[in-house]
């Protein structure tokens, strides 16, 4: 995460934003999830239940910030990556910018969503782990689909009515009510919209988890059993 913002530091150097600010912040509360998670757990195998849901509480209202760096990629809508430009051959082509600046803030941002939405997404994994140990896989998946959904609605919340995760302690009614009259077709359909991206983001995951888990038992497998081999080849010569 240092190297995140010393990257923003330079391009604010550079490029004079205070976007990269706001990034640099994005990225840490989008890290504080995982933290928390962690914390839980923590408290949980030490038997203190009640701090353990103290942490998953403050893991669940700051869980959103972790998908919400996907929307900070509205910060580069109007910087004209490409436009269409008339040929000397008659037709008509894209041209591409050549402004390297444009460029750089595209991978800060995608980088920055990258490192957020993975350490949320694990955040996700060990909050499900925990659950299996002590209920069942209906219910462990029922509250995934919760998170998503609840998480959708933090996007919602943060993106378009400005409000941050610790709003629910400090200006609940306000945030009650402009949520009430924020209610319309937009609003449900983004929910929904995020709440899959949340769910297909996280099997995708588990899946791609699971893949370098298996390759690096298979090779801690082999590591092990090469001096095994060794030894019997070298007894079997004898």
Sequence with gaps: MSVYWLFCFIMIYLDGSLLYLMLSWNVLLALLPLIFINQSEKRLLQGMSGRS????????????????MVTDFIHISNHGFMRLVDTAQGYRAYEYSTDVLIWAKLLIIGIGFIFALMAGLESLYVFEQNLKKHTSKIISFSSILLVSLLSGIGVYIGRFLRFNSWDVFLNPDQLMKEMALAVDSFSIRFVLIFTLFIIASYLLYKIFRQMIYSRVSATYSDIVASPDKGEKHHRGTN
């Excluded at 849901?53 to 919400?68: C, E, R």
């Design 53 to 68: 849901v103290v942490w998953l509480v403050a893991w669940l209202l700051f869980f959103p910030n972790s998908v919400y």
